[in-house]
């Protein structure tokens, strides 16, 4: 069975507090005032019309966050029945490293486009899978190893590479490259990659362009 998931609010009075209702959580629109709300996830399966699955959430959640919930519904639902999902469609907005992480891992293939900051590649440089570097190929031709993990201002984990200072402080790129005051070029990436790198492969196939942009 292929599924579609799609999110739905139930809006609130404009207010940022019920005292007969502490559970509604503000949430935020652009070009709309917050307000509180909830946060409805329905699954539905494309073929046939038929609702699979249906939750509440609190509205300060995002929709990627909400995924793996209405997913496991969905499976449990339709298991009742000896019915499998194969594939699951769902806008941007359900992008996330733990979304496409728990399709996998259900064996699930999902069609979710990569969210706006993904770059699956970066100018310049090249990634070398086996060495886990990036390699530049321009200038000095310097090489960026893995340099650890670290946590940003965000919470995100990222995954750090750093060319030395030696490689890079003569090359004529450095200050249009790395900037005017550094002497290193540093790139990062975030440690699901690899889920939203199979995704962009997977999205750019003529079965994706038909059923699910």
């Not at 449990?76 to 000896?82: D, G, K």
């Amino acid at each position: 069975m292929n599924m579609v998931i799609l999110s739905v609010q139930s809006f609130y009075p404009i207010t940022h507090y019920s005292p007969t209702d502490p559970d509604a959580r503000i949430s935020v629109k652009p070009g709309k005032a917050r307000q509180l709300n909830y946060f409805g996830q329905l699954a539905v399966d494309d073929a046939h019309h038929v609702i699979t699955g249906a939750m509440a959430n609190f509205a300060d959640k995002r929709d990627s966050q909400c995924l793996p919930a209405i997913l496991d519904q969905a499976i449990n639902n339709l298991a009742q029945n000896n019915i499998t999902i194969a594939e699951i469609g769902a806008d941007s907005a359900y992008s996330s490293g733990l979304a496409l992480a728990h399709a996998e891992q259900n064996n699930i293939t999902a069609y979710i486009p990569n969210f706006g900051q993904y770059r699956n590649s970066r100018e310049g440089f090249i990634y070398n899978k086996e060495q886990d570097q990036y390699e530049c190929q321009r200038g000095n031709k310097a090489i960026l190893p893995f340099k650890g993990i670290r946590t940003d201002s965000k919470g995100y984990d990222k995954k750090i590479y750093r060319s030395s200072e030696t490689d890079c402080k003569n090359c004529p790129l450095r200050k249009s490259c790395a900037g005017e005051k550094t002497k290193f070029k540093k790139l990062d990436d975030t440690v699901d990659k690899p889920y939203y790198d199979r995704m962009h492969e997977r999205m750019q196939t003529e079965y994706a362009k038909k059923w699910f942009v």
